[in-house]
């Protein structure tokens, strides 16, 4: 055998499988596959992640859609949930604070100015000064109120202790000087119930106007300085 027949077989034996190339050509495909794994390990990972993500913002779109009155604020832009957990908490806080305040204000309250006098809903000033009727109802009304109108019995009764108390005549807000012998309050309702003196109205000397002295009612000359009665609604207190 000649010496390139001998190489030629041991060439055979080494690379039993290699073509004309030789057998280095087997090298790069194995390189392309484990580039090829490791590409496809890669974005197997890839997935896998960008899965996670998705399902954690589905989640928190959800809480959010949930929760979109408490952790919006009035201008559409997102809360932070912390922030809007104290912002509630402040709110109540406020809440709280003003049913205090209400409550405070309820029990300061005087549903009758300074001087006045409290009774069924009405509040009663009863004057300091004298003055003729007409000036009594003009002051009255400068004060928001009118001469005092008798509706009922317990009022005639509240009036009689007031009077007593004071002892002095004071006019009420009736009078017949439009109509004689047809009396009428300040407000132009007719007289429903009355509280007359033994033997008045009398009418002695022209008397219109009604006067309240001692327990009942007596007719005057309403030129007389008497004292007054003025009335007016009282004020609601907070909470009522």
Avoid at 6 to 33: D, E, F, K, M, Y
């Amino acid at each position: 055998m000649s010496l390139q027949g001998h190489n030629l077989l041991l060439g055979a034996q080494l690379c039993p499988s290699v073509g004309p190339a030789g057998h280095l050509t087997r090298i790069p495909w194995l390189l392309l596959l484990l580039i090829s794994l490791g590409l496809f390990l890669l974005m197997l990972a890839t997935l896998i992640q960008v899965s996670r993500i998705r399902v954690y913002a589905q989640g928190r779109t959800q809480d959010q859609q949930g929760n979109s009155s408490l952790e919006r604020g009035n201008w559409g832009f997102a809360v932070p949930q912390e922030q809007t957990h104290v912002g509630l908490e402040q709110i109540q806080q406020i809440q709280q604070q003003l049913t205090q305040f209400n409550a405070s204000l309820a029990g300061l309250c005087r549903p009758c100015p300074w001087d006045w006098e409290l009774f069924q809903g009405s509040c009663y000033l009863f004057s300091r000064t004298l003055g003729s009727w007409e000036t009594s109802a003009s002051s009255c009304k400068d004060l928001g109120a009118h001469l005092v109108i008798v509706n009922s019995v317990a009022e005639q009764r509240f009036m009689k202790y007031w009077n007593v108390r004071k002892n002095q005549r004071s006019w009420i807000g009736l009078t017949d000087h439009i109509h004689e012998g047809s009396w009428q309050w300040v407000d132009g309702s007719p007289l429903k119930f009355s509280f007359w003196k033994e033997g008045e109205p009398n009418n002695d000397g022209d008397e219109d106007c009604v006067e309240l002295f001692m327990d009942d009612w007596n007719d005057n000359k309403c030129t007389e300085q008497n004292f007054w009665v003025c009335e007016k609604p009282s004020a609601p207190c907070p909470g009522h």
